[in-house]
């Protein structure tokens, strides 16, 4: 029985290993990174910063999603982003889960 409990503890763990490191994958494939960076600024808030500031908002997901295609400036300072027309609305939700995940 405990070796079945390590088995699943394992395999949970490593599935959401997975799935972050597949979701930065696509961070760095979109290029985001030419932007922002996980845990320190550059041009954009670092990641981290967006996902604490919307942490508990339940709406966030697809506010970042729409934000990521259609761009934005105003929330961070004077800096804009411009649009990501090119990301799908798949890849789009995905990158917002992935931010709010960093909280």
Request: hydrophobic share 45%; proline share 4%.
């Amino acid at each position: 029985m405990k070796s079945l409990i390590k088995l699943v503890i394992v395999l949970s763990i490593t599935s959401s290993m997975d799935f972050a490191l597949a979701d930065y994958d696509l961070f760095l494939k979109n290029n985001c990174a030419a932007c922002h960076y996980v845990d320190k600024r550059k041009y954009g808030p670092m990641l981290k910063e967006v996902a604490v500031k919307y942490a508990d908002d339940p709406g966030a997901e697809a506010m970042l999603a729409k934000k990521i295609k259609a761009g934005g400036a105003g929330v961070w300072g004077e800096d804009m982003m411009p649009p990501q027309a090119q990301v799908s609305d798949a890849d789009a939700k995905a990158l917002a889960k992935y931010i709010l995940s960093l909280k």
